[in-house]
């Protein structure tokens, strides 16, 4: 039994109930008809696929997510989809533990909340499930090629490829990253943004797995992984060498290496094993999706933990896919109030953040809850201006403009020069950012022979405290910075951020 309250549809009259067009039949669309289904109004979702299909693998719900989730009534579909991995494992490329954290531990600061693993497509059928079941109307082969606000701004209409036109008392676009509606709002083309990344994408079969004994516990007691570490084969880009040693002299080498990205987990209940693995972008231009090549993917892993390779060679086929991400918005609504964004539309993150789809569900919760308090037609564009802003709180833009690029996080725009002080300033506001609150003291600036690039680093003074203890543990709290001197001033070109479970 969930400790978290389950929303009761609210009942309206028709004064006051809206009727609502969700355009994009998503995990953020269908959660926004959920909780405006919920709060008393009319929805429909018009979706331009000729069928309802959701695609992908593997998908994280975080306690985030999943209190909005349970909130729907929804944790008991759930549940018989869910695989429950006990701890999140960072490891080194050669599969040596750098940190973890305890699932049950993080999510108990949370009461009632968890962390579950689900095949995109079962969650999605959930989430479609339960709109059905509170009254959505869904309308597939429905492509919008237009959203026309009344010049009375109390409704707009929908134009569709085949001539159809539809008008709401208010349209949501929840139709992506590629969103077409957020093009609408803007009126100018807005395609997303490359980050230089693809991922690989594979789901292999566990039968095989369990038959190998090194493999067998990635099944039988499952956790999420991820493994990072470089490909020496190809130079990308100044990153630092496969093993960073700092040291208290001139370094003579500066290492060119590529490096990437493994992450796994296991679905439905131990039936299949996922997998995402992230390297720089090498697909030509217009592409987003192609098939990929096995032996390519396999050999990027050459040397690596033998247990990567292992599960390589299970794989079949493969699929790449180019990963891109949506720099937030200004404002998320049209000034007349018939028009609203949601999710990837708005805030599309990267897949390794785990954060894409609970962000949307959150939009959809945030805006459900507004609307449910929506006493007359009059509300709806405070109501937005209120969605917007509050959404906004989350710092998204700060997050998107931190994104891993080569193995290390980037972090444009911080401050310039170094030293003590001016690599404070810059990363006070990372953690800032990302509402860390560690003191960290800087311990060496390392400067290359030609004084154009400088490393440093900093360890939290909570890691110093152990070490100075001789604890054993594996708590580790440390951040590296890479410097390059431009146009003789200094700018923090790369930020890498290590973080155990906490220390005090």
């Known amino acids: ?77 759930l549940d018989r989809y869910s695989t429950k991995p006990s701890r999140v494992n960072m490891l080194g490329w050669k599969g040596n533990l750098i940190s973890h954290m305890d699932f049950e531990e993080s999510a108990s600061k949370y009461p009632g909340t968890f962390y579950w693993d689900f095949h995109r497509a079962n969650l999605h059928q959930c989430l479609l499930d339960r709109a059905v079941e509170l009254g959505a109307e869904i309308r597939v082969r429905s492509r919008v090629l237009d959203v026309q606000v009344h010049d009375t701004g109390d409704s707009a209409t929908l134009i569709l490829d085949n001539g159809e036109e539809h008008t709401a008392d208010l349209v949501v676009g929840a139709d992506g990253i590629n969103s077409h509606l957020r093009e609408i709002m803007l009126g100018h083309p807005d395609p997303p943004q490359l980050t230089g990344d693809l991922a690989y994408r594979l789901l292999l079969s566990t039968k095989e797995m369990l038959k190998d004994p090194e493999l067998a516990s990635f099944v039988t007691d499952p956790q999420v992984n991820y493994w990072l570490g470089p490909d020496a084969h190809a130079g990308q880009s100044i990153c630092l060498p496969r093993h960073p040693v700092f040291v208290t002299r001139i370094i003579r080498r500066i290492v060119l290496t590529m490096y990437v990205l493994t992450v796994n987990y296991v679905l439905r209940g131990g039936e299949l094993f996922n997998m995402v693995l992230l390297v720089p972008d090498d697909m030509p231009a217009g592409a987003n999706t192609l098939a990929g090549n096995v032996d390519e993917m396999r050999a990027l892993y050459e040397g690596w933990d033998p247990r990567i390779p292992k599960l390589l060679n299970l794989c079949e086929s493969v699929y790449k896919w180019r990963l891109c991400i949506r720099p937030g918005m200004e404002t998320w609504t049209h000034p007349s109030g018939a028009f609203t964004l949601l999710g990837d539309a708005v805030h599309a993150t990267l897949p390794y953040l785990a954060s894409g789809a609970g962000m949307a569900l959150e939009d959809a919760a945030v805006l459900g809850e507004l609307f449910g308090r929506m006493a007359d037609q009059a509300a709806i564009t405070s109501l937005l201006h209120a969605y917007g802003t509050v959404l906004s709180s989350r710092k998204i833009e700060d997050v998107l403009d931190l994104y891993t690029h080569d193995g290390v996080l980037m972090a444009p725009g911080f401050a310039p020069a170094v030293g003590q002080a001016e690599l404070g300033k810059a990363y006070e506001r990372i953690f800032n950012t990302i509402r860390l609150e560690i003191d960290f003291e800087i311990d060496e600036i390392v400067v290359t022979e030609d004084g154009t690039w400088a490393f440093a680093r900093t360890t939290a003074a909570g890691t110093k405290y152990w070490l100075q203890k001789g604890s054993k543990e594996s708590h580790h709290n440390q951040e590296l910075f890479v410097c390059q001197k431009v146009d003789e001033i200094w700018k923090i070109a790369r930020y890498c951020f290590s973080s155990m479970k906490p220390l005090m």
Not at 9 to 38: D, F, M, P, S, Y
Not at 42 to 62: K, M, P, R
């Open 1 to 77: 039994m969930s400790s978290i309250p389950i929303k009761q549809q609210r009942q309206r009259t028709n004064e006051t109930r809206l009727k609502i067009i969700v355009v994009g039949a998503g995990l953020g669309g269908v959660g926004a008809a959920i909780a405006l289904l919920l709060a008393g109004h009319e929805v429909q979702i018009f979706e331009a696929a000729s069928e309802i299909a959701e695609v992908g693998a593997g998908i994280q719900v975080l306690p985030n997510s999943s209190r909005v989730l349970q909130s729907w009534g929804m944790k008991d579909s």
